[in-house]
């Protein structure tokens, strides 16, 4: 019996969705609707408790799904196969089989800080195309900038010079999940990833120590743990030994006398602030990394507290927690403008855009407001076209021009709103239009059913 990797490529990316994404695009089909030009726009209701922004991150991937969205033959007689689709219309299978998306595509470019109900981008394409991008490009946007803005946080409270390293493959949701998520620690402004497969994809150097095992392995074979960290710079030379598996202030003064010095420790348990105080008396010139389900409120508490760390490896915390709630909802059908109304879930209607304002390079203040509008003085739109009719318009950005406009795109947030500890609601307004828009939708009667 072979156990299938359930690890998806992207000739996979058709029936890697939810149901009911097909059973609508079947519908649409079969009533004549597929191919009504349709506009989803996807967002965040509200931002997860105690974060006054989002960095919004997987665009790249979003665009890589949309242009390898295809079905083989194989893929549809496996549709065919589970009889859920035995009343299909001749036109659903039709236009699955010629497959492709030929809409567009608008986002905001990775790395931009965004709001509650400010959409992270735009697809505008035949209906049952538009559908059916839904569940992947939730899926992506949604876990990448829960990362980004968990990494953006950290590198805001641990300043440029700190080295950040992202160790979080073992904790994250899934392998696929784990390299998405050392991709949006980067593009936020983490300096490294251990994951050895993200890393050399993304073309960087990967990151790492040890782990506890190297040093019981030699205590217990070789005598001492000592002779492990011997072997591990034999072979490794500057890198950082782990010191904290038996006594870390006496594997500190051993290391004091080593020549060459010892170029970085790494701690990862007890008393971080007491203990990298203790080991830099001993070793002076050592960089000494910290660990252990480190987050930004752990940082900030270890800074306050004058600890001497140098750099930190970020996991559990990173990867996982809050989620952002990203919702993927129509908000025009074939020019028609349409919002949802259910309680708490209220939708706001049409194509939008987002007009920032700036005031001396500070962000002041937000306007969202619809696509044909234009940019008042001082205010600069955010969403950008990044696919027309399937084809993407630019070239991929690299992780580092990424990091570098999370980083311009946090530090123009006011202060009140990028603190850790209750930060300050952001000021977006709705424009006139949009308000009128919506005003004009809610009160639009229902049709009434042809008899």
Same mark, same amino acid.
């Not at 493959?169 to 497969?197: H, I, K, Y």
């Not at 006011?414 to 500890?421: A, K, T, Y």
């Given at each position: 019996?072979?156990?299938?990797?359930?690890?998806?490529?992207?000739?996979?990316?058709?029936? %890697?969705?939810?149901?009911?994404?097909?059973? $609508? =695009?079947?519908?649409?089909? /079969?009533?004549?609707?597929?191919?009504?030009?349709?506009? @989803?726009?996807?967002?965040?209701?509200?931002?997860?408790?105690?974060?006054?922004?989002?960095?919004?991150?997987?665009?790249?991937?979003?665009?890589?799904?949309?242009?390898?969205?295809?079905?083989?033959?194989?893929?549809?007689?496996?549709?065919?196969?589970?009889?859920?689709?035995?009343?299909?219309?001749?036109?659903?299978?039709?236009?699955?089989?010629?497959?492709?998306?030929?809409?567009?595509?608008?986002?905001?470019?990775?790395?931009?800080?965004?709001?509650?109900?400010?959409?992270?981008?735009?697809?505008?394409?035949?209906?049952?195309?538009?559908?059916?991008? +839904?569940?992947?490009?939730?899926?992506?946007?949604?876990?990448?900038?829960? #990362?980004?803005?968990?990494?953006?946080?950290?590198?805001?409270?641990?300043?440029?010079?700190?080295? *950040?390293? +992202?160790?979080?493959?073992?904790?994250?949701?899934?392998?696929?999940?784990?390299?998405?998520?050392?991709?949006?620690?980067?593009? =936020?402004?983490?300096?490294?990833?251990?994951?050895?497969?993200?890393? *050399? +994809?993304?073309?960087?150097?990967?990151?790492?120590?040890?782990?506890?095992?190297?040093?019981?392995?030699?205590?217990?074979?070789?005598?001492?743990?000592?002779?492990?960290?011997?072997?591990?710079?034999?072979? @490794?030379? /500057?890198?950082?030994?782990?010191?904290?598996?038996?006594?870390?202030?006496?594997?500190?003064?051993?290391?004091?006398?080593?020549?060459?010095?010892?170029?970085?420790?790494?701690?990862?348990?007890?008393? %971080?602030?007491?203990?990298?105080?203790?080991?830099?008396?001993?070793?002076?010139?050592?960089?000494?990394?910290?660990?252990?389900? %480190?987050?930004?409120?752990?940082?900030?508490?270890?800074?306050?507290?004058?600890?001497?760390?140098?750099?930190?490896?970020?996991?559990?915390?990173?990867?996982? /927690?809050?989620?952002?709630?990203?919702?993927?909802?129509?908000?025009?059908?074939?020019?028609?403008?349409? $919002?949802?109304?259910?309680?708490?879930?209220?939708?706001?209607?049409?194509?939008?855009?987002? @007009?920032?304002?700036?005031?001396?390079?500070?962000? #002041?203040?937000?306007?969202?407001? %619809?696509?044909?509008?234009?940019?008042?003085?001082?205010?600069?739109?955010?969403?950008?076209?990044?696919?027309?009719?399937?084809?993407?318009?630019?070239?991929?950005?690299? *992780?580092?021009?990424?990091?570098?406009?999370?980083?311009?795109?946090?530090?123009?947030?006011?202060?009140?709103?990028?603190?850790?500890?209750?930060?300050?609601?952001?000021? #977006?307004?709705?424009?006139?239009?949009?308000?009128?828009?919506?005003?004009?939708?809610?009160?639009?009667?229902?049709?009434?059913?042809?008899?």
């Amino acid at each position: 019996m072979t156990y299938p990797a359930l690890l998806a490529a992207p000739e996979d990316y058709g029936l %890697l969705t939810d149901l009911y994404q097909l059973t $609508m =695009a079947s519908c649409y089909a /079969g009533e004549g609707m597929a191919d009504r030009p349709a506009s @989803f726009e996807l967002f965040t209701r509200r931002q997860p408790s105690g974060y006054g922004y989002l960095i919004a991150v997987g665009l790249a991937q979003a665009i890589d799904y949309l242009t390898h969205l295809r079905f083989s033959e194989p893929q549809l007689e496996a549709l065919r196969q589970t009889g859920l689709f035995d009343h299909a219309p001749a036109e659903f299978w039709q236009r699955l089989s010629q497959g492709g998306f030929s809409g567009d595509l608008w986002a905001v470019p990775e790395g931009t800080a965004v709001f509650a109900n400010q959409p992270l981008l735009r697809v505008e394409a035949p209906l049952w195309q538009a559908q059916l991008a +839904e569940t992947y490009l939730l899926n992506t946007l949604n876990y990448q900038t829960l #990362v980004a803005t968990r990494a953006a946080r950290l590198r805001d409270v641990a300043g440029p010079a700190t080295k *950040l390293l +992202e160790f979080g493959t073992r904790r994250a949701f899934s392998p696929q999940g784990a390299l998405w998520g050392a991709r949006a620690a980067l593009a =936020a402004g983490l300096d490294e990833t251990s994951n050895v497969l993200a890393a *050399l +994809e993304l073309g960087r150097q990967p990151a790492g120590t040890m782990a506890h095992a190297l040093v019981m392995v030699f205590a217990a074979l070789e005598g001492h743990e000592d002779d492990a960290f011997r072997a591990f710079q034999r072979y @490794f030379p /500057g890198s950082a030994l782990l010191i904290d598996t038996y006594d870390t202030v006496a594997a500190a003064e051993r290391l004091a006398a080593q020549v060459p010095p010892v170029a970085a420790v790494r701690l990862d348990s007890g008393d %971080l602030v007491e203990l990298s105080k203790a080991v830099r008396s001993h070793l002076p010139q050592a960089k000494i990394f910290a660990s252990g389900d %480190l987050d930004e409120y752990e940082i900030a508490r270890l800074q306050r507290a004058g600890a001497a760390i140098d750099g930190y490896g970020l996991g559990t915390k990173l990867v996982t /927690g809050d989620p952002v709630n990203g919702v993927y909802k129509l908000v025009e059908i074939d020019g028609i403008a349409v $919002m949802k109304e259910s309680s708490h879930k209220a939708t706001l209607p049409g194509r939008k855009q987002i @007009f920032r304002r700036y005031d001396g390079g500070q962000a #002041v203040g937000d306007r969202l407001g %619809l696509i044909d509008e234009a940019a008042a003085p001082g205010e600069q739109p955010l969403l950008q076209l990044v696919v027309k009719q399937g084809q993407p318009l630019q070239g991929l950005e690299s *992780l580092d021009a990424i990091a570098a406009r999370t980083a311009a795109s946090v530090a123009s947030l006011p202060p009140s709103v990028r603190q850790l500890e209750h930060p300050a609601p952001y000021p #977006v307004a709705l424009s006139a239009a949009l308000e009128d828009l919506a005003a004009r939708t809610r009160r639009r009667p229902a049709p009434l059913p042809q008899r």
